[in-house]
């Protein structure tokens, strides 16, 4: 994917409401914002953007691993980094505390500092459900999120014990095989799968599954409008 000029500022709308940037922000916002997407698997995210008619530019690896790369973008979309998880980790958390917007998805792991709670290891697992009542998942499918293509033997879950950070998603034992059920369990529910917090002066959305690979196959059409 070249990289291509911003434009279309409005369209951004929906993934603003994502994100949830405060609209003091978004008021003193005067150039287009920019998207960045990168990653090793990033075909999911580029159609889901494409599909919305959302600009977007592409993040080079080098660029994922270094805090002044991701400045560049007003808001980066990551899927799982070709090399150096723990680089692009830290480089991630110190762009969303300076006031970045950043989207990523496991094997990068947000710290204890970014979002507190307890941490389910990455293992076999069921699909997801939206969480209902939230108003970023509003209007969205209610029907289970197949998870299997991305890797459902590798999921992960953080169990926030901060009440500010929004649960967007929960893993579901709804029609899991035996050996799936019961290890993503969060007080007699399921344990979140999708969630997102406001760190230092941004905001992150962090997913146990890997959302790029989930939105690139057609079983999950309903993982598109959630990025988007």
Same mark, same amino acid.
């Given at each position: 994917?070249? /990289?291509?000029?911003?434009? /279309? ?13 405060? *609209?003091? &922000? ?11 997407? @990168? ?5 999911? #995210? *580029? @159609? ?24 560049? #973008?007003?808001?980066?979309? *990551? ?39 307890? /941490? ?17 998942? &509003? ?11 991305? @890797? ?31 290890? #993503? ?31 690139? #196959?057609?079983?999950? /059409? ?7």
């Amino acid at each position: 994917m070249l /990289r291509t000029p911003s434009h /279309r500022p409005g369209s951004l709308w929906p993934l603003l409401l994502l994100v949830a940037v405060p *609209l003091p &922000a978004m008021a003193a916002q005067t150039q287009a914002w920019r998207i960045g997407v @990168g990653g090793d698997l990033p075909t999911g #995210f *580029l @159609g889901a953007l494409s599909i919305y008619g959302l600009p977007h530019e592409a993040i080079l690896d080098s660029e994922m691993t270094s805090t002044d790369g991701l400045s560049q #973008f007003q808001i980066v979309i *990551l899927s799982r980094p070709s090399y150096s998880v723990p680089e692009v980790t830290a480089a991630v958390e110190q762009y969303v505390r300076s006031g970045g917007c950043a989207v990523y998805e496991y094997p990068c792991v947000p710290s204890e500092a970014m979002i507190p709670g307890r /941490r389910i290891p990455p293992q076999k697992g069921p699909d997801m459900l939206y969480e209902a009542g939230n108003p970023v998942t &509003a209007g969205l499918t209610d029907a289970v999120l197949p998870t299997g293509r991305a @890797g459902g033997n590798d999921l992960t879950s953080i169990i926030p014990t901060d009440p500010q950070v929004k649960v967007l998603a929960r893993y579901t034992d709804e029609g899991a095989k035996p050996e799936r059920k019961g290890k #993503f369990l969060d007080a007699g529910k399921g344990a979140p799968a999708i969630i997102m917090a406001h760190y230092g002066r941004g905001t992150v959305v962090w997913s146990g599954v890997r959302l790029s690979i989930c939105a690139a #196959f057609d079983d999950n /059409r309903n993982i598109a409008p959630f990025i988007a």
